[in-house]
């Protein structure tokens, strides 16, 4: 997550407010019984965050901010985890030591939250690591890739000087928590290899244990 030492490139950042306000409000929508955190904390957090991205578009000095933004990322990104892997945790525990207090309603709902909260924190922390990081990709910076996208491969199919932005590492996490496998983009470092098995399992826990079970709870 290192920041190149002289900006030249700052790449747009409100698709990434918008997946960090959609985590914030997943967390806030799941029930007392399985959250892990006060509601104000992952507001606070996702605040926090939002903030060094807005200056970044508005201050001459965007090496601080760029500081500023990685630090609190990779907090919100570690608080945010920690918290869906727990609430999958006492989801777990809930549906196998007490199936009669959770409806299988609340266990669907329950899921699609964890699930969709592991897509979009993923997408982040894919955004950050691969290649340097936003700027180092928006100014070519740098050449090691933990991912191998289609269009690194087809350069007459795409824009001159194309690189991935946070929607490509969105879909690419999308692929890998509905496919289990990197749909979209190969892995090319050890790294990249451990982020995608960790989401996959996450999905695959969420779906297979979950949300299969609230299913067959509500069609029974």
């Known amino acids: ?10 790449e747009q950042r409100w698709p990434v407010a918008l997946a960090i306000v959609a985590v914030v409000l997943l967390l806030a929508l ?21 903030v060094p991205m807005v200056a970044l578009s508005l201050a001459t000095a965007k090496t601080p901010w760029l500081r500023i933004e990685g630090i609190i ?39 699609i939250v964890v699930w969709a909260s592991n897509v ?10 691969d290649r340097g990081g936003p700027e180092a990709r928006a100014s070519h910076a740098s050449t090691k890739r933990d991912w191998l996208f289609p269009a690194d491969g087809a350069p007459e199919d795409v824009p001159v000087n194309w690189r991935p932005t946070f929607i490509d ?13 990197p749909a979209e983009a190969q892995p090319l470092t050890a790294r ?12 695959l826990v969420t779906i297979i244990a979950i949300a299969a079970r609230a299913i067959n709870i509500l069609s029974g």
């Open 120 to 129: 979009l924190i993923f997408s982040v922390v894919y955004w950050r690591t």
């Open 192 to 203: 990249g290899k451990l982020l995608l098995m960790l989401e996959s399992i996450i999905s």
């Open 73 to 111: 990322t990779v907090l919100f990104v570690l608080t945010a985890g920690f918290g869906v892997i727990d609430e999958l945790k006492s989801l777990l525990s809930s549906m196998l030591r007490r199936p009669g207090e959770v409806t299988g309603l609340q266990l669907l709902t329950s899921s």
């Open 169 to 181: 590492y969105l879909f690419l996490s999308y692929c890998t928590a509905t496919a289990f496998s």
């Open 30 to 50: 799941l029930p007392d019984r399985v959250r892990v955190f006060p509601t104000w904390l992952p507001c606070l957090l996702g605040i926090a965050m939002i």
């Open 1 to 10: 997550m290192r920041e190149p030492s002289q900006v030249t490139h700052v």
